[in-house]
């Protein structure tokens, strides 16, 4: 291990190491002549794609094809190819956050691809903005893609977000562009992307929306990048002058004479140093402070792919990663350090050759043990050679059994850590990420990205050993199985089975609409519903039912659900289809037929917007005829008094016909006998010339009418012709003349022959229309002696109760008259006071 650090490189006071990650000599990724290759790398350790450049006549040592694009893992595994013969002239293919590639065309189109081939959309950038002039320059991000085209127009489209294409300014032709950059929002003053380029007259403009923002560069700008802290611009001069500066160029922090051509690349290693290389020489040049650098030399040629931490170099020898030397590595591998680190490693390799001496150095630091295990630990997780790593958790390790009161829990942390970024790293899945972009990115999107590359398996352990959950890897694993699968009835049955077994084993409760929704997408209804059915809430399962057009599924699941906002979504969805004229009338109440809470609620919402003529058609259609009948009675009372009588009759016979239909005889009987009275009303008010109102009235209450008339004759004749009972008559008859104060005429119609509902009535309405004095005359009347005493107590009439009492003959009924009596008096005397 001493000779560890020799390999290291200083620039000005910060050391660099480059370390390779995986060897490339046998892979499918070294047959390429990787200078003939247009390519574009992902970041966190993801995909590279290679696409034939076209200005290059480079002889190739295998099969390629020129309108094909070649993905690689960053281990040199193929992982797809993709055909684009559809798309156009691509000019321009990059990733984006999600780990998606990319596609500029020469006529402004954007195709995005999954990394494995398969095409997610397609994203026409001038066809909102009816631009058609061809692309010029273009710069893809990680959320979108800046578009520079011959006439000058610059073009922003968010790949993440769901809105059209932005026009931010339109450059004047007077100007040739050199090159193009991308300040994104996270960085911005504006928080929108920022579009930076460089003119042939040395001017660097940023443009934001139609704003334009000139800043003077030292000489004509031929090549820009910006750090990625986004605060630090560097840029290659025509003279070949490098120049870093801060990025509203108010101080400028380097200026690098290279006395050499433009570079073919221009990248940040890291945010301390920047890269140029160039391919025909070969030649890579590390820039750092004070005008440092180091230079590298490379057989053939390389890609050079930035992160936040360093630079991955992809060569068909090796995947290299080069970056700083982290601060904890140096303190324990730097020849001569003390540091408790570097003391605990030497102490672990005397430990391994059972030397006393380990415990001599242990004793010595023992009171920075603590240390020195946490920089042995921090220094394992940057490692990737697992022999050195290995050395330092044992080291670790040791120091943990000589300190009595460790933290256990966070030397457990780390060694998951160790443990996750090492099976990452593997070969087979190729994704060479480090500490920093792991910290950086989260565990959760580490795991997102796992997924990305079909790593379910993987993704699955990881969330477990970590006790994160596992819903969104099984679902994600779900949608990939149905999405890459064979398009049969047999192979859907099959995949149904293995993802509910999946499920069922691990116990996991995921969302089965987001599966349904691919299985749906991909052609496979039949697999979708049977998904969807084991989701538990009918507000995932009836929007979807409803896109495949499974309007009777829906429309049940909604009824049993109970839920009328989802009955009325599928009812209104139908609506819709009615009158864009793709389902008939005849077809939307069929639909209906025998779904009776469906049915009222569409009824419900035609009678509030007054729809009667679809009303009509929907119950004529459904036959019900009770319904229909309700509607036309309804009509006669709504403003009765305006409608006129040949109206009304109209709807109480159309309303007899529907009860009819239906058999339900006793209502057509009453529609019958309404019609009746209507006509009986109107021949009175002509008889009585118009003096009385009749319209509108029930038989009793045109009975009473007539009697408040003192007409008792018609009355009656009214009574006979309505089968009035007797007792309906009497008890209509005395309300209506006690409540006129008819009183002579009440007295008269008592006498007129016996009562068929007694006398206690006559006194009750009497009392109820406050006149105790009339009462009083019917009491007499009453045959019943206990009913009349009771009505002398409640008169007053104290003396002619006690009579009663005393014809009775019962002492108790006397004793209690005596006792309300008295209670009477008292009553009295208080209201007096």
Known sequence: MSTYSTNWDLLHTIKYYKQEIYSLEKTELSQL??????????K?????AFMVDFRKAVKQTSVILSNRIYVFSSSGKLLGEIDTKHCGKIIEIGWDKEDRLICVTLDSKIHIFSMFGDEIKEITVSKSLKITSSVYLCKIWETGVAILNQAGDILVADLFKEKSPALYTTLSSEKEIYDMDIIPAQFSNSREPEVLLSTSDGELLICIDLEKQSLQAVGTVVKLSLSPSGKILAYFTQGGKLVVTTLTHDKILLQFETKSPCPTKLVWCGTDSILCYWEKKNLLLMIGPNDTFVRYSYGDSICLIPEIDGIRIISNEACEFLSRVPQVIQSIFEIGSDSPGAMLFEASQYFQQRDSRADKIIREISKELDEGINECLIAAIHEFDLKRQNLLIKAASLGKSYVRNFN???????????????????????????YNQFKKMGVDNVIIKLLNHRN?????????YLKLGSNKVLEKWACDKIKYS????????????QIMEKLKETKSKVSFVEIAKVARDAGRESLAIKLIIHDPKSSNQVPLLLSMDKIEMALDEAINSGDNDLIYLILFHLLNEMSCSRITEKELFSKLQNREKAIQLLVLYWKQNK???????LLEALEKYDDIAVMHIEKNFKDHKKKNVEDKI??????????????????????????????????????????????????NETISTLIKNRDPKTANKVK?????????????????????????????????????????????VCLKNLSKKEAKRYIPKIKNMKKKIDLYMELGMWKQATEGASTLKDEELLKQILQAKEISKKNKKTKKK
Not at 409 to 432: S, T, V
Not at 456 to 464: N, Q
């Open 33 to 42: 002549e990787l200078s003939g290759f247009i390519y574009a790398g992902s």
């Open 44 to 48: 966190n350790g993801g995909p590279i």
């Open 408 to 434: 256990h829990d966070y030397f457990a942390e780390k060694i998951k850590e160790i443990r996750i970024l090492n099976q990452i790293r593997m070969y087979l899945i190729g994704i060479p990420i480090t």
């Open 456 to 464: 379910h398996v993987l993704a699955y352990e990881i969330s477990k």
């Open 486 to 497: 064979k398009s049969q009835s047999d192979e859907d049955e099959k995949i149904h089975d």
């Open 611 to 617: 729809d009667e003529k679809n009303l009509k058609k």
């Open 650 to 699: 109209k709807n109480f016979k159309n309303a007899s016909m529907k009860f009819e239909q239906s058999k339900k005889m006793i209502y057509k009987q009453i529609s019958d006998e309404q019609i009746k009275l209507i006509n009986v009303q109107v021949d009175l008010e002509k008889k009585k010339k118009n003096a009385i109102e009749l319209k509108g009235q029930s038989v």
């Open 720 to 764: 006979r012709q309505f089968k009035v009972p007797d007792k309906r008559y009497w008890w209509i008859t005395i309300s209506t003349l006690a409540q006129n104060r008819m009183w002579e005429n009440l007295l008269m119609f008592a006498e007129s022959k016996n009562s068929p509902i007694g006398y206690e009535p006559f006194v009750r």
